[in-house]
């Protein structure tokens, strides 16, 4: 199966914008995804078919994909974002689920 | 409210086995696919299995092909995650997440459990 590439770390000050990428050989053909999980917890969806918000996730997160690379975009940052973000997308040729490897995401 | 709870985790022996289930409530269960996650202590998430809406489908991992089987009982809303001959990477906190469709080879995980965890001693 193919791989999902992101970045290990990110950190941002308060209200600035963070930028989480996610590059794979297959985004230009499958949705990306997006989790968040903060410690200790579960992961939580944030981003669906690569932009495209769950009720209830704040609208300063949003999501866009180019070729091979899928971004997580925070505007306006704040304590609470700070958390591991991760990347999924699927791999039809042998039906499988594909991760990132996780950004964590560091508020200053 | 859509609610996932695993059970099952717990102390095993190098080689030995373990079923993990899952029950979820909220929803019409029969028409989600579902599936498995693992995430080992400090390191990131990494799928396991998924299984369709009517069980007829199942998908595993390269890394627990031949050990793990995954299977559900629509009638009690559960689905389960038998391991087998476990090693010591397959220690983890094991999440069941339910997709956002039936087939179980599309979409995303739009629902997770808290997890249940999974220890292998050597």
């Known amino acids: 199966s193919y791989e999902l590439t992101q970045p290990p770390s990110v950190s941002v000050s308060p209200g600035q914008t963070a930028r989480i990428t996610c590059s794979g050989d297959a985004l230009p053909r499958q949705y990306a995804y997006w989790y968040q999980q903060r410690p200790g917890q579960a992961p939580v969806l944030v981003l669906y078919?690569?932009?495209e918000r769950p009720s209830g996730v704040p609208e300063r997160l949003s999501g866009s994909s180019s070729g091979t690379t899928a971004t997580l975009t925070i505007s306006g940052v704040q304590a609470e974002d700070e958390a591991d973000y991760y990347c999924q997308s699927r791999d039809n040729n042998e039906d499988s689920v594909v991760f990132g490897g996780g950004t964590r995401l560091t508020v200053l | 409210e859509v609610q996932l709870v695993e059970s099952g985790g717990g102390l095993v022996q190098l080689g030995g086995s373990l079923k993990l289930s899952c029950v979820a409530s909220?929803?019409?269960?029969?028409?989600?696919?579902f599936s498995w996650v693992r995430q080992a202590p400090g390191k990131g998430l990494e799928w396991v299995s998924s299984?369709?809406?009517?069980?007829?489908?199942?998908f595993f991992a390269d890394s627990v092909k031949g050990r793990f089987s995954v299977s559900r009982d629509n009638s009690k809303n559960t689905v389960f995650l038998e391991m087998h001959n476990l090693r010591v990477e397959d220690a983890a906190k094991y999440f069941c997440?339910?997709?956002?469709?039936?087939?179980?080879?599309?979409?995303?995980?739009?629902?997770w459990g808290q997890g249940t965890l999974v220890t292998v001693s050597s």
């Open positions: 997440a339910k997709d956002s469709g039936l087939a179980g080879t599309d979409g995303h995980l739009s629902s």
């Open positions: 909220g929803f019409t269960f029969g028409n989600y696919a």
């Open positions: 299984i369709s809406g009517d069980g007829g489908r199942t």
């Open positions: 078919k690569d932009k």
